[in-house]
């Protein structure tokens, strides 16, 4: 799992004032104090960096000094009202930029959330970040001051390359489950678990069902490229031959070194997501320290199935089939030894939301405030302590949840997923334990706990997440050692393993099986044109999970740092009945969950449609119409001045702006079916785009 290692006391991000500005009138003793809390500074706080949450009338002004996206200092003119040119003496000369770049599609959610009020101040290093911090704090025009914090992850290094040995001799094992050519799916307990992994004489540590359900869920769907995952990771290999053909591709950018920013989204050259460390569409996986996380996170969810090749995956479609799966969008938040920060992982959150993503994958989070002092640091103990330092953070994941989806599609809002944390500790931790997100805990394939994860507390739901502690005697293949039978094999980046597979293990690899399963689950649901809310969908996911309560009793023994120490480890016993009531809702289930799909939901509806004055918007009728496929659509507008329809040569309709701006009523008919639906032509609109 990728964690950020802070104290929990922190609030990180460092302040652009002068020292001199202590004795600047504009600091006044009786002024008031902003929403904040600054005492402590951890050693993760990025110096000459501050947010800051401005009153919405200096937001204004800066909006006026076109102070968005392009990281300009402010002007020197004075704006004539006395406060806000206190700021602006304050900041001139440092750069100042919003932190959600403007995306015309997206600026009023966003207002309405309040977001366009957050500000990135940097300024000289040489200011101590805490002192400029709490001068900015004084201000009345400042509502909010937070550190910024640098992301550190816990995943260098863990994953076990699958050796060309290794693979050789799995590929000569008869495959036992019918119905894919994937070489390795037979090794897949996580997916298909047949219980025939099991060493010959040795402990039972494989169970027959124990894995998210896949085999009679692939029965009534492979995945469906309209929904679409955002991980926030290391960047994932697109090109990787297992991958490519579910990366999610934006139409509005021809090319990831493109310089310019073709669908006016904020950001340039966003062909499969962005790379948030560089700046750039150029996604990344090759550093010598990459660890290759993104890769196989991204293969748990939608590496291509039935393709004859490599793994399977939970919601990547069926090649041989011409059924197309889940697509991934890559939202880079890590790379190599350096990562990012707040204000990358923010960002990210947002751009998944307007682009498309309705699951929010994300293998990292805090230290669970539960956790053992003597070997970490603990963090964030309950709610209230989570949201007094993460205001930021919380109100971009709020915002992902509220507006990704859509009203008329498949989900209204969208579903955020966290690893629940590997620390051994019994209560998971944040963002995830937060209510409204996903906290996940990991089971071995016995259904039993994975010897770290954590659990209680704020867990949501259990998922396969591997255990080579428990099972370091397992590993009857050639060059297969320390008990990879037991972890989760998915992709890799060729320069972390030579065959483009390995294994990995923790509560970062059975987070991917709940997105894959919540994923399938809304794939199978757009197929039926089934609607759902977000929160109804989630809930649907936690009833419809196996109860593993009854193999919470006895003893656990396993050998702790077998990775490090090697056979030499000394036992370790893990108390079963520790964990009863405690893994959440119980083990993700994708058939069952599919199964509770078929009697709720409401049928989708064809959406009214907004345009832009002088523009045009392109809509897919079939995705609302259950056969829609095999459709012909007629439209009738009332008022024509408005708006006219046309069919372009895939058989989309396209809505064009007439002369007036205003609404009009308009009618769409297909094999006997109508629905009534209003077009609103209006000056910025949403911008010429897809819906």
């Known amino acids: 799992m990728i964690i950020r290692y802070l104290n929990v006391f922190f609030v990180s991000l460092a302040a652009v004032l002068a020292l001199s500005c202590a004795d600047d009138p504009c600091l006044r003793d009786n002024a008031p104090v902003a929403d904040t809390n600054l005492e402590y500074v951890s050693s993760d706080v990025v110096s ?59 600026e009023s959610n966003l207002r309405m959330e309040g977001l366009h009020l957050w500000y990135i101040v940097r300024f000289g290093e040489e200011h101590p970040v805490q002192e400029v911090a709490q001068n900015l704090s004084r201000l009345g025009e400042v509502s909010r001051v937070e550190y910024n914090r640098t992301l550190k992850k816990a995943a260098e290094g863990k994953a076990r390359p699958l050796t060309k040995g290794a693979l050789n001799a799995m590929i000569t094992r008869k495959q036992s489950f019918v119905g894919f050519d994937d070489p390795l799916l037979n090794n897949q307990w996580n997916l298909v678990n047949t219980g025939d992994l099991n060493v010959p004489g040795g402990d039972v540590k494989f169970i027959a069902g124990a894995d998210v359900g896949c085999e009679d869920a692939w029965k009534k769907s492979m995945g469906e490229p309209s929904i679409i995952v955002a991980v926030l990771d290391e960047g994932i290999f697109v090109e990787h031959p297992d991958l490519k053909d579910n990366i999610w591709v934006n139409e509005g950018e021809p090319d990831w070194h493109s310089k310019e920013d073709n669908d006016g989204n904020g950001y340039k050259g966003d062909r499969h997501g962005y790379n948030f460390i560089n700046d750039s569409g150029v996604i990344s996986v090759d550093n010598v320290y990459d660890s290759g996380h993104g890769t196989h996170v991204a293969g748990v969810i939608t590496a291509v199935n039935n393709n004859g090749l490599g793994i399977s995956s939970i919601a990547g479609g069926d090649a041989a089939a011409g059924i197309p799966g889940v697509k991934v969008m890559s939202c880079q938040i890590f790379s190599g030894a350096y990562a990012g920060t707040l204000l990358e992982e923010v960002r990210a959150i947002k751009y998944a939301a307007d682009n498309g993503a309705v699951i929010l994958q994300c293998s990292w989070g805090y230290i669970s405030g539960a956790a053992n002092p003597f070997e970490w640091t603990p963090q964030y103990a309950d709610d209230e302590e989570y949201e007094m330092y993460n205001v930021l953070e919380k109100n971009a994941l709020e915002y992902f949840v509220n507006y990704a989806g859509s009203p008329s599609g498949v989900v209204d809002g969208g579903i955020a997923v966290f690893a629940g944390g590997n620390e051994s500790a019994a209560a998971a931790s944040y963002p995830g334990a937060y209510p409204g997100f996903v ?66 293990e923790g509560t970062s690899m059975a987070c991917p099986h709940v997105s894959g399963v919540l994923a399938l689950g809304l794939s199978y649901a757009a197929q039926q044109r089934k609607h759902f809310k977000a929160e109804d969908f989630v809930e649907l996911m936690n009833r419809s999970a196996v109860d593993i309560d009854s193999y919470m009793t006895g003893e656990k023994l396993y050998k702790r740092y077998i990775f490090d120490l090697g056979g030499s480890s000394p036992f370790m016993q893990l108390d079963l009945s520790n964990f009863k009531g405690k893994m959440g809702y119980g083990l993700v289930n994708a058939s069952r969950l599919l199964e509770e799909i078929d009697g709720s939901g409401t049928a989708m509806t064809f959406p009214n449609i907004y345009i832009n004055s002088g523009s045009k918007v392109v809509v897919d009728p079939a995705i609302y119409f259950a056969g829609g496929e095999n459709m012909e ?59």
């Open 633 to 691: 659509f007629t439209v009738t507008i009332e008022d024509t001045s408005v708006a006219t329809c046309t069919k372009d040569d895939k058989g989309r309709l396209v809505f064009e702006a007439g002369e007036n701006t205003a609404q009009t009523k308009a009618v769409i008919k297909a094999s006997g079916v109508s629905q009534d639906f209003v077009i609103t032509v209006r000056k910025n609109a949403h911008t010429d785009s897809w819906l």
């Open 439 to 504: 906290a996940v805990a990991a089971v071995a394939a016995d259904y039993t706990p994975a010897v770290y994860t954590n659990y209680g507390t704020g867990t949501t739901i259990s998922a396969p997440g591997g255990d080579q502690d428990y099972y370091y005697e397992y590993g009857n293949y050639d060059e297969m050692t320390i008990g990879e039978a037991g972890c989760i094999l998915s992709c890799l980046p060729y320069h972390v393993s030579e065959t483009g597979y390995g294994y990995m």
């Open 48 to 106: 000459g960096q501050l947010f800051v949450r401005f009153e919405p009338h200096v937001a204004q002004i800066l909006e006026e000094a076109c102070i968005t996206r392009s990281g300009k200092s402010i002007p020197a003119q004075r704006s004539g009202i006395l406060s806000v040119d206190e700021i602006l003496d304050l900041v001139d000369g440092y750069q100042i930029e919003r932190v959600f770049p403007v995306d015309k599609r997206s």
